[in-house]
């Protein structure tokens, strides 16, 4: 394998020119390439899918959740409604001026005439609100003495100052059907909590008002929902100074919360790792006293990196965003391959000789590494599987990109002195002699036995969100106005045709009628109030008119023209409502109550090619949960969606696939290290010290009580290559050093003791971020970086010592 790295090494050589024009057209190619891509900013791609849950997934995908931006107006002691209304109005105002494109609708403005069209549609086709219980309570109100009283309660608002829509409904509805009909609908939207007051959603207490705002992107494209989070913010700035005493303003929503974590994630990267690529360059320049030393080192990791995302281009239309990001954390990996091969050449050691030494354990690292990142490809989610596949091409391309760039491009004049360093120092340093630092860590590993089973998976992705003070106060003022912190669960109707999916919505409004009466549930909504299957609507026109006979119909009539009478209506007074009585009604399409201003179907209802879905929200207690369950799992075509249950199952799925992966990437690195040494001895010697690593890395990670999620479980994989990386040049530092008793181990350790704070510069420095998922990230891979070096160092030798030089009876290290 040397001899090829030689021979092209010796080709090129004196052909430098050829070399770099034909790399620079490499480049360009790759960029280009690269620049094509189209990224998937969705996270929840992480979350596995399989042939078992498609169906639920499908379900989920297609089911109508609206994931709308909630605008809170709360009006303090010294403010009027009248402030509260006219703030929402002017908010609205600049909202639909400055939004452009960035908004698909919003919600909280009910207009009179709206009200109006929506009384009028209840009206021409009443029948459709009307239940049994409603028919029960109408013929005990068709007596003599009822209608009277009925007449005179009429009469009285009539001539009051009130609105243009009771004097309308009064005239041609003088029973009062049509305000039942819209009582219905409050199911639809904001219940009991709310009234409506200058055309707004007020709360009945006069203090709070709601408008949402659907925004055009989902939460998790942050990038195109920015500019909307941005002007909300410099709308309501503007706004504040005008109210500032009277009406406070508060968002809340996965827009929001998405736009946040994306900034916190950039602030913590701009503000750590930022300062610590600074660091490390001039730590580099410093070391190697070269200052293209960073153009040199990063180049085989930039060319590997756009290697694998012009390789993911050929194989993906879309390439996941966050996968890439995580795969960033390869820097250490890559890196890893350029210092070793710059530290040997910094020696003053020939080409020939550093390609003899480095490039046959270089080409095993990186190919364990990759081959441990293929097993990503076993799992049933597309991000990870776009991560597995950038991740083994960027080590596989920067490895060999090192081993063919590098000895061309850096180059030591023998007359340089090396001048050693504070990691010279530290490299030549016995740690395997020192007995206090092995003693801790056999302590450390014993102890790790024990503490191993210690370590959980947290299945709560929403723990690993950033969440702002500002957040968390909207979420606590939302949770008093609306209970937003109680349970919720969505079902989900569903069919190949929108006539299935109502047919099968009509059974689960009439259980979550039930769930309501019986107080198993604390709300719902559901479009079942208002939208019915053809087969329902046909059964309610039918019973309409069972109840109207002619002879209720005439009675009806005479009766409230003898009781108007005495108030001076005429007889012609209630024509409309005669005219109703013998309408002949036919079922309302969907299209007819998308047309109603008032309520917004899309909210409920989703047609696609594949599936139809009309989705009801239910709020429930978690005791009440089991059994509100249970009421829908023989329900044909409805599936009750827990969304936190179903990502923690998702999750934990997750985990057995990581379990099932950790197995394959043992028995493939046993396979291969066997392949590599040739002997069981220096296979030994290398994969005891792993497996070390691991037991140690999960042993202090459940003493710390730190858990294992669905970021930092992904950066097992890296942290478990690079621990391969170090065993295996450390036992080829100790074959060399055996061989020719000369010192070569020190400059194998200075290599790794590079490769080390590289990474925790790099990563670990991300210990300090705010965020979470950063976080978690870092202090797993602090703790296994740190194990893996300080096991290598130690343990390492030691086994060395036991299995080669003991057998040979050669003087030890």
């Not at 050589?13 to 390439?33: C, E, N, Q, Y």
Request: charged content about 20%; some cysteine.
């Amino acid at each position: 394998m040397d001899r090829v790295f030689i021979s092209f090494h010796n080709y090129f050589r004196k052909r430098r020119l050829l070399f770099f024009a034909g790399l620079f057209a490499v480049f360009m190619i790759l960029l280009w390439g690269a620049s094509k891509v189209e990224f998937d900013e969705d996270i929840s791609k992480l979350i596995p899918s399989s042939a078992q849950n498609e169906k639920l997934q499908q379900i989920i995908e297609s089911a109508a959740f609206s994931d709308r931006i909630i605008i809170h107006l709360q009006r303090t002691s010294e403010g009027s409604v009248q402030d509260l209304t006219n703030y929402a109005e002017k908010l609205l105002d600049s909202l639909r001026n400055n939004s452009g494109d960035l908004i698909a609708k919003i919600q909280g403005e009910v207009a009179e005439e709206n009200m109006l069209e929506t009384l009028d549609f209840i009206f021409q086709n009443i029948p459709q609100f009307l239940s049994k219980y409603d028919f029960d309570r109408l013929s005990r109100k068709l007596n003599q003495d009822s209608i009277e009283n009925l007449v005179a309660t009429n009469y009285k608002t009539l001539v009051s100052p009130s609105g243009i829509i009771a004097k309308k409904t009064i005239v041609r509805d003088p029973l009062g059907l049509s305000p039942t009909g819209l009582k219905k609908l409050k199911k639809l939207g904001s219940g009991d909590i709310f009234d409506v007051r200058n055309g707004f959603l007020v709360s009945k207490d006069e203090r709070h008002l709601l408008l949402f705002v659907s925004p055009k992107y989902k939460s998790s494209e942050t990038e195109k929902n920015e500019a909307l989070v941005d002007m909300l913010f410099t709308i309501r700035n503007n706004l504040q100074a005008a109210y500032q005493d009277r009406v406070s303003t508060q968002y809340y929503g996965g827009a929001i919360i998405g736009v946040e974590n994306a900034r916190q994630i950039k602030k913590d990267i701009q503000y750590t790792v930022g300062i610590a690529l600074l660091i490390l360059i001039l730590l580099f320049i410093f070391f190697y006293r070269k200052l293209v030393l960073p153009i040199i080192l990063f180049t085989p990791t930039l060319v590997g990196g756009l290697l694998a995302v012009f390789c993911l281009s050929v194989l993906r239309t879309e390439i996941s965003a966050i996968s890439l990001g995580i795969g960033s954390v390869l820097i250490g990996v890559t890196l890893d391959y350029s210092l070793h091969i710059l530290t040997h050449i910094r020696n003053h050691e020939s080409v020939t000789r550093v390609l003899v030494q480095v490039s046959r354990p270089i080409v095993m690292s990186s190919l364990t590494t990759a081959l441990a990142f293929l097993c990503l490809l076993f799992v049933d989610s597309r991000a990870l599987q776009d991560l597995g596949i950038f991740a083994a091409i960027s080590v596989l391309g920067a490895a060999i990109v090192a081993l063919l760039f590098i000895p061309l491009t850096y180059r030591v004049h023998n007359k340089e002195a090396v001048k050693r360093t504070f990691i010279d120092r530290l490299a030549a340093y016995h740690f395997h002699k020192n007995k206090a630092l092995t003693a801790a860590l056999i302590l450390l590993i014993v102890s790790s036995v024990f503490t191993y089973t210690m370590v959980g998976f947290n299945k709560d992705i929403a723990q690993l969100n950033y969440t702002s003070e500002e957040i968390r106060q909207a979420e606590i003022g939302l949770d008093e106005l609306l209970n937003t912190s109680s349970k919720s669960v969505y079902v989900v109707a569903h069919g190949g045709d929108l006539q299935q999916a109502l047919e099968a919505n009509d059974s689960v409004f009439k259980i979550l009628q039930l769930l309501d009466r019986q107080n198993e549930i604390l709300s719902f909504n559901s479009v079942g109030a208002l939208v019915a299957s053809e087969v329902q609507q046909r059964d309610r026109i039918s019973a309409w008119e069972k109840f109207w006979t002619p002879l209720r119909k005439e009675q009806i009539k005479n009766d409230l023209i003898k009781s108007g009478a005495a108030y001076g209506f005429k007889p012609t007074t209630h024509n409309e409502f005669y005219q109703l009585l013998d309408a002949d009604f036919t079922p309302v399409s969907l299209d007819d109550y998308k047309a109603l201003g008032l309520i917004d179907i899309d909210d409920f209802i989703r047609i696609d090619s594949e599936m139809s879905t009309v989705t009801s929200l239910v709020k429930v207690s978690e005791e009440n949960l089991p059994k509100v369950k249970s009421h829908f799992i023989d329900i044909d075509h409805a599936t009750l969606i827990d969304r936190v249950e179903i990502n923690e199952t998702l999750l934990g799925s997750l985990q057995h696939d990581f379990n099932r992966l950790l197995l394959y990437c043992s028995i493939l690195i046993v396979f291969l290290l066997l392949l590599y040494f040739r002997n069981w001895k220096l296979w030994l010697v290398t994969a005891i010290p792993i497996g070390m690593t691991w037991l140690v890395t999960v042993g202090l990670m459940g003493l710390l009580q730190i858990d294992f999620n669905v970021f930092n479980v992904i950066i097992c994989s890296f942290i478990f290559g690079l621990g391969v990386d170090y065993s295996i040049f450390i036992t080829n530092g100790l074959i060399l050093e055996h061989k020719t008793q000369l010192p070569a181990l020190a400059t194998h350790k200075t290599s790794i003791l590079l490769s080390v704070i590289t990474t925790i510069l790099g990563v670990g420095v991300l210990i300090f971020a705010k965020h979470p998922a950063l976080y978690s990230i870092s202090i797993v891979t602090v703790i296994g970086i740190i194990s893996a070096l300080l096991i290598a160092l130690t343990l390492q030798p030691i086994l060395f010592n036991l299995l080669i030089f003991n057998s040979e009876k050669k003087t030890p290290l």
